[in-house]
């Protein structure tokens, strides 16, 4: 009995930290990605990119799954979509230095 119970909360940790793993998102790997995959097609670096809209909008956007859409609207030279695990890291950089949110990135 006690076997199970302890092979269960194991599997279970190990299930939850992957699940936050995922769910981490990093401003700086937003960046990068921003400015390898972006700034060429859009003609703008992070910050430029980050301030066309407030972080309500940026939010409502991502939240509504239209993060790609709105890049493409913006960037009409965007020839290929960015992988869905880069849009989270470009969502958390595009939100946290937003037009209203005070912040200033270093590109």
């Known amino acids: 009995m006690f076997k199970k119970i302890a092979t269960t909360l ?11 793993t995922t769910l981490s998102a990093d401003a700086a790997k937003g960046q990068k990605v921003i400015l390898k995959k972006l700034k060429k097609p859009c003609g703008l670096n ?3 990119l980050a ?23 913006i960037c009409p030279k965007l020839k290929k979509p960015l992988k869905e695990k880069y849009i989270i890291h470009v ?17």
């Not at 194991?10 to 936050?20: C, D, K, P, V, Y």
């Not at 969502?91 to 590109?107: E, I, K, R, T, W």
């Open 10 to 20: 194991l599997i279970a940790l190990i299930g939850m930290s992957f699940a936050t």
């Open 46 to 48: 992070g910050a430029q």
């Open 51 to 73: 301030v066309k809209h407030t972080q309500a909008e940026w939010k409502a956007i991502q939240e509504k799954k239209g993060l790609q859409d709105e890049l493409n609207t």
């Open 91 to 107: 969502y958390d950089f595009l939100y946290n230095y937003a037009s209203d949110s005070g912040n200033v990135p270093s590109c």
